[in-house]
């Protein structure tokens, strides 16, 4: 199921349908948080965010937190568990290429093999599908307002002369603070409840 | 029925089907109950925040708790039929008070008299289930009006060979601030010898009660508005049913079934936050959930008098569901390649394109030389989200992920020097007997529920027309200089515009509904969302929604009293 659902998404993707991607996420509003994922797994990831979205012409993972907004992804529990597996059975299968290939762990490696690997992930059947979510991550890390402690001091919007619309969101009604909204079942009755 | 029900009425959906119905019924003194599936989302709940709005699932339910199933041809030409959980389709629109009013962009354009006609004015197409309508434009013209009025449309009228006959000379608002691209599209189309009309705009241009003007936010389409100028059945209608005193709206009341005795609806029994079972009574019952759901709740309804659901001892619940659509293209324009205050205002956010072509609403068939049913061009910009923006240049056209500094060159550029001029078709979408709703026999909801099952198929007359359209279109785009002009004319149908499924007729044996929009086989059923449309004219369905939700709102009053 997990592979129809990921080579469907990334069609999509290829023919620029895909405007709404149910996924995961949440935003924890503190600045520090517990990573998710193992130090072998981050360093996967910074590495491949490196590869994907270099700090030269635009700004990078650091200045996006993109691996804060992964982190809230992996842990919103308000999100599919098959996404968030699949999310994370990529480090865990990049890791097994590293494995295989050098018999370490990928954070043993240096960079020349790390970009290696990342070549030999681009080559497997699961591998462009989910580089490409990692690239999602990556845009909403840039993209998104900084209320969610991503895109800092407006870097992604700045980068790219992005206008964001008004009214911003404010700490009351963004995800998934908003689906409060879910729970209320109390009859209205008239205009003044609301 | 019990003999003193809380209720006069009970409405199951609160969008553009419901609103009229709970407005009008609350203000002429009738008990209205509305039982809403969604959450109530407040104006002040409303932002620009694309995280909220289309990344992740807050308007619309969680897949895997509320999946659907399409059912499509698949390549070797069989019907294959797949979770929208399984692979991410989703085909939901707003659950919310208010549906999906809040979020639509709000084109708005009336019927022409020969759309109620279709098929004793063009005739008959092979595989395709054409029926004319049982009423009259001239029978809905009052209540289009009273949508521009109550509801609220801007625009400008202008005569056009196309043009519907109106009961009053223009919009009540003025039509709302344009992109110089506008011009420019007008320009182009009168070189081709063809014309353009203003777009009508379910937006109000100038307050209206407690409503504000639109502020030109440049995000309009799927984002709720904060100024409520977005003429969604929320602001426009259930504020004012509320102050009436008459009007109970229950939020996240998911309603499951309709009990029923041989002759009428009985009660609406719903799940509430809690997973309880909820009943409520009244004297009449409408329903207004949107086609697809609106027809699942129908096929759900099962009992000793309606086995094969409520209303439809016929067969005919959920069949020849319809779409608005046909085809998207567009063309890209470029500052660097335009004179630097031509640039400056080509750029401009906010303002609208509000451009449409109805040359084409009637054309000739080539191979025939009759004339057949056309359709509708409208033009806008590409949305401004950005991450949707920047996802949809992931891929490049060879179908590879592009990556690192290359990304970053085109997507820089792409944001920085390029404006997308976009065009969408709306051509008549053929009923067939392979567009329909049924029930999944596997997938369920989290409730233990059917979900519906949505066959998705088109009649290739539909691509015919989209084709013929496209060409011109993109005629256009060149003629203004576009760049990279596209078009994908397909019959991959929209989600957020779809009607029939319980279509009205005067044949009790051909259609669920009488030209009322009461169920043949029930004495006190309604539905006024898009289900009862048996075609859907070559235009977006909302404001033909609204107002036959008016007109069925005005037998109401009647049958009551």
């Known amino acids: 199921m997990i592979r129809s ?84 059975n990529g480090f865990k299968w990049t890791n097994e290429t590293a494995q295989e290939t050098y018999k370490k762990d990928f954070f043993q490696l240096n960079t020349d093999r790390r970009m290696h690997i990342y070549n030999n992930v681009w080559q497997t059947s699961w591998g462009e599908s989910w580089l490409s979510r990692l690239l999602t991550i990556i845009f909403e890390a840039l993209l998104i307002d900084p209320i969610y402690k991503v895109n800092l001091n407006e870097a992604g919007w700045k980068w790219l002369h992005h206008l964001p619309g008004l009214p911003r969101p404010n700490e009351h009604i963004i995800y998934p603070l908003i689906l409060e909204r879910k729970k209320e079942s109390k009859p209205i009755t008239h205009i003044n409840q609301l | 029925m019990p003999k003193n029900p809380k209720y006069d009425v009970c409405v199951i959906g609160s969008g553009a089907g419901a609103g009229p119905v709970i407005y009008e019924l609350s203000k002429a003194g009738f008990k209205v ?22 990344r992740r699932s807050v308007y619309t339910p969680n897949l895997k708790d509320e999946p659907q199933v399409i059912e499509e041809l698949n390549e070797k030409g069989e019907w294959e039929a797949k979770s929208t959980y399984e692979t991410g389709r989703d085909f939901w629109n707003g659950n919310c008070v208010g549906g999906s009013s809040n979020f639509m962009s709000g084109y708005f354009s009336r019927l022409k008299p020969s759309d109620f006609k279709l098929l004793s004015t063009y005739g008959k197409i092979e595989g395709a289930n054409i029926a004319d309508w049982p009423i009259t434009y001239e029978d809905l013209e009052p209540y289009y009006e009273k949508v521009e009025r109550i509801v609220g449309v801007s625009g400008k009228v202008v005569k056009h060979k196309f043009l519907e006959p109106r009961s009053t000379p223009d919009f009540p ?25 203003p777009l009508p705009r379910a937006i109000l241009s100038k307050p209206k009660g407690d409503r504000n003007a639109c502020y030109y936010s440049n995000y309009c389409g799927s984002y709720g508005c904060s100024s409520d100028a977005k003429s969604s ?82 067969g005919q619940v959920g069949k020849n569901l319809i779409f608005s659509g046909g085809g998207v293209g567009g063309g890209d324009f470029l500052y660097d390649k335009l004179a630097p205050d031509l640039a400056k205002e080509l750029a401009k956010p906010g303002v609208f394109v509000n451009r449409s072509i109805q040359d084409f609403y009637e054309i000739t068939d080539k ?46 550029h792409y944001f920085t020097n390029v404006r997308k001029l976009k065009f969408e078709i709306f051509v008549d979408w053929l009923p067939t007997d392979n ?50 002009i596209y078009a994908g004319i397909s019959g991959a149908p929209p989600n957020n515009l779809q009607a029939g499924g319980c279509r009205f007729g005067i044949d009790p044996k051909t259609s669920v509904l009488d030209k009322n929009c009461k169920a043949h086989e029930l004495e006190n059923l309604y539905i006024t969302d898009g289900s009862f449309m048996p075609t859907g004219g070559s235009v977006t369905y909302t404001w033909t929604i609204y107002a036959n939700s008016f007109r069925v709102a005005s037998h109401l009053i009647d049958v009551i009293k």
């Open chain 1, 5 to 88: 659902r990921r080579n469907f998404i990334k069609g999509l993707c290829a023919t620029g349908i895909l405007i709404q991607t149910p996924m995961f996420t949440a935003c924890k509003n503190e600045q520090t948080y517990t990573p998710i994922l193992s130090f072998n797994h981050q360093e996967i990831a910074k590495s491949f965010f490196g590869i994907l979205f270099p700090d030269k012409l635009a700004p990078g993972y650091e200045k996006i937190n993109a691996l804060f907004h992964l982190n809230a992804a992996l842990t919103d529990p308000l999100a599919d568990p098959d996404e968030i597996e699949y999310l994370k």
């Open chain 2, 33 to 54: 109950v509305v039982l809403e599936k969604g959450p109530w989302f407040r104006t002040a709940d409303f932002s620009k925040d694309e995280m909220v709005a289309t």
């Open chain 2, 173 to 197: 608002y003025p039509p709302l601030e344009e992109n110089i691209v506008s011009s420019w599209i007008d320009q182009a189309a009168s070189k081709l010898n063809i014309q353009t009309i």
């Open chain 2, 233 to 314: 059945a929320r602001v426009a209608l259930l504020h004012d049913a509320l102050r009436t005193g008459n009007c109970t709206i229950i939020p996240n009341a998911k309603v499951f079934n309709l009990q029923s005795d041989s002759k009428q609806v009985t009660g609406a029994q719903y799940y509430d936050t809690n997973g309880n079972i909820i009943t409520v009574d009244a004297k009449i019952f409408v329903v207004a959930a949107q086609a697809v759901e609106t027809s699942r709740l129908l096929l759900m309804s099962k009992n000793k008098h309606f086995p094969n659901g409520l209303a439809n001892n016929n």
């Open chain 2, 367 to 412: 191979k025939t030389g009759k004339k057949i049913k056309g359709g509708t061009v409208d033009f806008l910009f590409e949305h401004a989200n950005p991450v949707s923006k920047a996802i949809r240049q992931k891929w490049d056209d060879d179908g590879n992920l592009r990556y690192g500094n290359r990304l970053q060159k085109h997507l820089h």
């Open chain 2, 435 to 484: 567009c329909f709703v049924s029930l999944d026999d596997k997938v369920k909801d989290k409730w233990g529920d059917p979900v519906a099952k949505i066959r998705v198929g088109y009649h290739p007359h539909d691509l015919k027309v989209a084709e013929y359209i496209s060409d011109k279109s993109k005629k256009i785009l060149a003629e203004m200089g576009g760049e990279n």
